[in-house]
């Protein structure tokens, strides 16, 4: 690279990845950055371990190390101009993202960062930058509503405990809870029986007990989420299984309905954008079912589909998009390249 890059970055527990967008002197095109155009490209991506949390562990400077990791994964090609981060858990309050940035800049040698929650990257990638409402379902969901004055508003993400609803742990749980009545005989009897003992071993009733160990118990239980909405499809058409994708979708609708009712009161029929990202919703029954409730539930919603994801969405970030999603963005700008930057 013959000049400083900017870079994107979108963080979650699973998986981090960054993207190298271009340099000063445009060796790739980088877009418009304008709502509804093309996001930049990138010119490569890396890919490194995402967050897990332990006891003691300060969550900032772990996400801190892994933006490092992938700086390190991308090979240091250049001084920084712009990095641009939409991340997940540790640094989701204002505090600990005021603390992360400027660390994120010395530890890169950043002149300026961009930081933010996934849930705006998301936004920002798949409905181009544009106001309206984006629910993001996979292990969690996270419902986010942007309006046109830069307003934002949350509807759930509150966690596998306490909130989530329709998302993969919550499809997961009320799946594994379905097999184990089924297994028994306190419910109907279900494909997901047999498809519980294939995950989680046999007996069943012996084996959920040893699964409670499991350091990964969470995803573990997302990840049934699967085997729920393809038993609720052909050929197994499983009578459980649909059931509760269906409540899935319902829910998801709700929390999308709800986000598009609060930030849009007065908005005319079909006026108000939705559009979603996740796994879950890739699932045909789950989005059918989703796509019913929130036509029956809010007129003024219209569904789009994604223009992209979280990465497409920092990008934009990075280039320096004029969109309505900036109040929640930390802005970080150091005088020089301070730190360990690139040679």
Same mark, same amino acid.
């Given at each position: 690279?013959?000049?400083?890059?900017?870079l994107?970055?979108?963080?979650?527990?699973?998986?981090?990845?960054?993207?190298?967008?271009?340099?000063?002197?445009?060796?790739?095109?980088?877009?418009?950055?304008?709502?509804?155009?093309?996001?930049?490209?990138?010119?490569?991506?890396?890919?490194?371990?995402?967050?897990?949390?332990?006891?003691? =562990?300060?969550?900032?400077?772990?996400? &801190?190390?892994?933006?490092?990791?992938?700086?390190?994964?991308?090979g240091?090609?250049?001084?920084?101009d712009?990095?641009?981060?939409?991340?997940?858990?540790?640094?989701?309050?204002?505090?600990?993202?005021?603390?992360?940035?400027?660390?994120?800049?010395?530890r890169?040698g950043?002149?300026?960062?961009?930081?933010t929650?996934? @849930?705006v990257t998301?936004?920002?990638?798949?409905?181009?930058?544009?106001?309206?409402?984006?629910?993001a379902?996979?292990?969690?969901?996270? &419902?986010?509503?942007?309006?046109?004055?830069? @307003?934002?508003?949350?509807?759930?993400?509150?966690?596998? #405990?306490?909130?989530?609803?329709?998302?993969?742990?919550?499809?997961?749980l009320?799946?594994?809870r379905?097999?184990?009545?089924?297994?028994e005989?306190?419910g109907?009897?279900?494909v #997901?029986?047999?498809?519980? =003992?294939?995950?989680?071993? %046999?007996?069943?009733? #012996?084996?959920?007990?040893?699964?409670?160990?499991?350091?990964?118990?969470?995803?573990?239980?997302?990840?049934?989420?699967?085997?729920?909405?393809?038993?609720?499809g052909?050929?197994?058409?499983?009578a459980?299984?649909?059931?509760? &994708?269906?409540?899935?979708?319902?829910?998801?609708?709700?929390s999308? %309905?709800?986000?598009?009712?609060?930030?849009?009161?007065?908005?005319?029929?079909?006026?108000?954008p939705?559009?979603?990202?996740?796994?879950?919703?890739?699932?045909?029954?789950?989005?059918?079912?989703?796509?019913?409730?929130?036509?029956?539930s809010?007129?003024a919603a219209?569904?789009?589909?994604? %223009?992209?994801?979280?990465m497409?969405?920092?990008?934009?970030?990075?280039?320096?998009?004029?969109?309505?999603?900036?109040?929640?963005?930390?802005?970080?700008? %150091?005088?020089?390249?301070?730190?360990?930057?690139?040679?």
């Amino acid at each position: 690279m013959s000049g400083p890059v900017r870079l994107a970055v979108d963080g979650g527990q699973t998986m981090l990845r960054m993207g190298l967008l271009v340099d000063s002197d445009g060796d790739a095109d980088a877009g418009t950055g304008e709502p509804g155009a093309a996001a930049p490209g990138f010119v490569r991506q890396v890919s490194v371990p995402g967050f897990q949390w332990t006891l003691g =562990e300060d969550p900032v400077e772990q996400q &801190c190390r892994r933006v490092e990791d992938a700086w390190e994964a991308l090979g240091r090609p250049a001084p920084v101009d712009v990095v641009a981060l939409g991340l997940a858990g540790g640094a989701s309050d204002p505090d600990s993202r005021r603390r992360l940035a400027p660390l994120v800049a010395h530890r890169l040698g950043a002149r300026r960062v961009l930081l933010t929650g996934d @849930d705006v990257t998301t936004h920002l990638g798949v409905l181009a930058g544009a106001p309206g409402v984006v629910i993001a379902a996979g292990t969690g969901v996270a &419902c986010l509503a942007v309006t046109a004055a830069g @307003d934002l508003l949350n509807v759930d993400g509150l966690g596998y #405990l306490f909130g989530d609803a329709g998302g993969g742990f919550s499809i997961g749980l009320a799946g594994m809870r379905a097999a184990l009545e089924g297994y028994e005989g306190r419910g109907p009897a279900t494909v #997901l029986t047999e498809r519980a =003992e294939r995950l989680v071993g %046999a007996p069943l009733r #012996l084996a959920i007990k040893r699964w409670y160990a499991s350091p990964s118990l969470v995803a573990d239980v997302a990840a049934f989420s699967a085997q729920v909405t393809q038993a609720a499809g052909p050929p197994e058409d499983d009578a459980v299984a649909r059931s509760l &994708c269906l409540r899935a979708g319902r829910d998801l609708a709700t929390s999308a %309905a709800t986000a598009a009712r609060r930030a849009f009161p007065d908005a005319p029929g079909g006026s108000v954008p939705v559009s979603w990202a996740g796994g879950v919703l890739g699932a045909p029954v789950v989005f059918e079912a989703f796509a019913a409730e929130l036509a029956a539930s809010c007129p003024a919603a219209t569904l789009r589909d994604p %223009a992209g994801g979280s990465m497409s969405g920092a990008a934009r970030l990075a280039a320096g998009s004029d969109v309505p999603h900036l109040a929640s963005v930390v802005a970080h700008s %150091a005088v020089a390249h301070p730190g360990p930057g690139g040679s």
